[in-house]
């Protein structure tokens, strides 16, 4: 059974960066497309970044555009969420997760593997 773990989370003040990594084990990313959401207290989890399997295609969510940059590895079996410039509506559980398939997705249902979740939270 394939799995997922996120690490980089932590705590970071507004303007600042944190990295995010998603390492695969027992699964192989490279055939699919990957992607990051986000769950807020009380709200819906979110879609933030995806890209394809080869990496020449990526989405963004619109409020993070420009801010944060989605990449992968497929030697490493790894792909990573970078975020600068930070603002306290960025804190959140931070989620990643694998495609059914190659293309990218921004629904939820498209994503069939899962990381636990690690949380961002930025301060004011």
């Known amino acids: 059974q394939g799995q997922l773990v996120e690490s980089g989370g932590g705590l970071v003040q507004a303007g600042g960066s944190l990295r995010l990594s998603c390492a695969a084990s027992g699964r192989t990313i490279s055939p699919y497309a990957v992607g990051w959401f986000r769950q807020a207290p009380g709200k819906e989890r979110e879609f933030v970044a995806a890209i394809n399997r080869n990496g020449g295609s990526v989405s963004y969510l619109n409020s993070v555009k420009a801010r944060f940059t989605i990449s992968r590895d497929n030697a490493k079996n790894t792909f990573y969420l970078q975020m600068n410039s930070l603002k306290p509506e960025d804190t959140a559980v931070y989620y990643c997760?694998?495609?059914?398939?190659?293309?990218?997705?921004?629904?939820?249902?498209?994503?069939?593997?899962w990381g636990q979740g690690t949380q961002v939270t930025v301060s004011s």
């Open positions: 997760a694998s495609a059914r398939g190659p293309f990218i997705g921004t629904l939820i249902g498209q994503y069939d593997y």
